[in-house]
């Protein structure tokens, strides 16, 4: 799924991020339907703020999974943006979050490639 270029808002619909089975051969279709546990979403050049955001993330897996996925972590540099969501039954077991990121270019600050992480302990 291509994303849009530069300041263009995100589609009208994301569902389809959530549904793909990436890129190679899936040996066997009876799990397609069964949600991951932690969602971790990268994006970049995104104008929404983080609230529209995250609401948009998490009302398409609702919509796909029935699930009210919770926000664990975020974290963004510029209009780059990394969202970690979690079923809420791991909400309590994730803790220890660390995110960071590191600017580079001129002076460290102005650049095309700003690395963001996050990590976190579960238990």
Do not use: M
């Amino acid at each position: 799924l291509p994303l849009p270029p530069g300041n263009a808002s995100p589609p009208n619909s994301i569902a389809s991020w959530f549904q793909c089975k990436g890129q190679g051969k899936t040996r066997d279709d009876t799990a397609d339907h069964i949600p991951h546990d932690i969602y971790v979403i990268g994006t970049q050049e995104d104008p929404l703020g983080e609230k529209e955001w995250i609401d948009t993330l998490k009302g398409a897996l609702r919509g796909t999974t029935n699930i009210s996925f919770k926000q664990i972590a975020i974290q963004t540099l510029w209009n780059i943006r990394i969202v970690v969501l979690a079923k809420p039954e791991h909400e309590n077991r994730i803790s220890h979050i660390f995110s960071d990121s590191v600017k580079t270019g001129i002076a460290n600050a102005l650049g095309k490639s700003h690395p963001l992480t996050a990590d976190s302990s579960t238990h």
